[in-house]
Structures are given as C-alpha cells and as structure tokens.
C-alpha cells in the first residue's frame, strides 16, 4: 500500500490519518512512500474499526460460541 492511499483512506489528511491510528502527525509524515506490512495492518485495522466491521465480528464470534 502506497503511504498516499493510506492517508486518503483514514480521512484524506495526516492529521485524521494520525488520529485514526493513534500515533502522531511526524509518525505519519515519516513513512515511507511504501508501507510495511506492520503499518499497512495498523491502517487496515483502523479501517475496520472504522466501518464498525470489529464489532461485526465480534458479535458473529458470540452467537457461534452460544450455538455450539
């Protein structure tokens, strides 16, 4: 994932970027134009927290715990 898709994902800016995984405006402003795995998971965790899929799943997780 390039580091600009990233961004226009969490908001379009570094700042919402930033807020939406919990680091600071420099963290984001020093990525690289390539993301690592590590922070490509971070933006696609903040993603799914996002669009309320975390919840989503959780909530699918229960219902098979209680059916079985």
Known sequence: ????EAIE?????VTAAA???????????QW???LPAR?????LAALAR?????ASIRASKRKLKEAA
């Open 50 to 54: 996002q669009r309320g899929l975390v």
């Open 1 to 4: 994932m390039k580091k600009t």
């Open 19 to 29: 807020a939406a995984i919990g680091v600071s405006y420099q963290a984001v402003n």
């Open 32 to 34: 690289p134009e390539d």
């Open 9 to 13: 994902l969490l908001g379009g800016s």
């Open 39 to 43: 922070i490509e998971d971070r933006v």
